[in-house]
């Protein structure tokens, strides 16, 4: 008899709540385990650097197993017919084990294959993993959802944290059974995908991810708070791509940052790199409870906006040549290493939906295609909460000014010279308004506005006016 672990968004070996309860099974029942992997039709449709990270990640992932004597078996076609085929290749199936999407199409999938399993007679074990906190876990005393962060949060940390799910890798060692030969189509898809990968990532896989942590915790928690909104100081975690993944689990950062504090003591930074990892399962609950959050705004009154839809301008945004530093310097950053600075992406949303009025599902989709920690709750509710539309989002009224963004967050235009060379000779003064340099300046500089950095290609303060009223009149009137 074998059971059989469904690998997705979890790609890892430790702490992994449907790995742990599998190898239980197969230990209890004296039952084999085979790892397997769907290659989802979809999953063909476009290859961004999303998908090259990710397939990277997924061959690295592999071998570990294999390590391990966990051999991953590669499914394809649409999910029922790829799960026939595994029941027809093994019929002495009797278990899938797995890690649940709470939310969105993945949502959709697991309950369909859940049942349609169920109706062949194989059980079906699925877990909520991805999460500290799954979506139906934090709810008011009432049993309402809260739709604000500060509230959620308190009660986020009221409650008993999981602990982690070891992983016995000498158990699996016995029990990993191998059937890949039988798998031959899915595994040349998989290599197709493979080939098509052309980034030589560095600090890919789980050993990577843990070193990262812990280099965080060790070295840089402690300021985190006071230097985390500045982009050139690096003094944030950069674990979003592994969490996205999941080559690390959330209770493994809540769990190694708990450890941390025991050994050195309470700090402000702690706590608030906590709390961010809350706001993950805060959206994750939004998402969930707002099924249309990616398609639809939360606040009803904002539906419907008049957004520009000029698609040049939205251009100069993508390719970081608005002629606002901080701005283009964002964007030249996701466009080249497929991340951005938390405290830039909420600059860039803001700008391209308060000072180009363009809408925020155009951001959202372009952020979908460049970044390699793309999660569509903590990205949709970024987007709603810049665009404030979203249900914990910025007031219309407070638009962000890219300017004095700059000045605050990269006092010296360090951030800003590391991604916009033509820019490198441009003293302070002029570092987050280089249009106002006079021609001689430019020249002295080394840098001719409208030839080597574009002019603003909008004025700030006027379109702050267009934004407020583009959402007063969108307002329902007496
Ligand atoms: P740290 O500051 O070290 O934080 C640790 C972890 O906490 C992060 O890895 C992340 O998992 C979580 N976290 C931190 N801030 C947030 C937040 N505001 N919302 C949800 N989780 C958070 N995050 C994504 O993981 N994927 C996205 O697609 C994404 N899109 C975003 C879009 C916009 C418009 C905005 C404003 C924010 C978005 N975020 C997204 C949240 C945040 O910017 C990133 O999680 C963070 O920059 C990742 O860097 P880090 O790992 O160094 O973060």
Redesign the pocket.
Known sequence: EVVVVWFRQDLRLQDHKALHYAIKDAKQNNRSIIGVFHIHPALNETFTIRHDYFFSTLASFTEDAKEINLPIHFLHGDTEQAFRNLLSTIPSIQAVYFNLDEVGFGRQRDDHITVWLEEQEVNVHRFVDAHIHGAEEVKKPDGGFYQVFTPYYRRWSSFDKPSLYTIDKQKLQQYGQDNTDQFSRGKEQFQQLLNQCQKDWNHIGERSAVQRLSH?LRHKVKK?EQE?DFPAKHA?????PY??NGVLSPRT?YQKAMEIQNEYGESKGLET?VS??A??D??NMVHYLYPNFKKEEVQSKYQGLDWNEDEELFDTWKKGETGFPIVDAAMKQINEIG????RL??VV?SFLTKDYLIDWRK?ERY?ADH?I????S??I???Q??ASTGTDAVPYFRVFNPTRQSERFDPDGEFIKAYIPELTHVPKKYIHEPSKMTEAEQERYGCIIGKDYPKPTVNHKTMRKQAIAMFENNEPSL
């Open positions: 965080f985190y985390r944030t975690s950069m674990i979003s969490l996205k950062v790199f961010e990892i706001w993950r805060f959206y991340w951005m600075h938390n992406r909420m949303a951001g952020f970044l920690d793309y999660d569509p903590s990205n509710g970024g987007w909460w810049a």
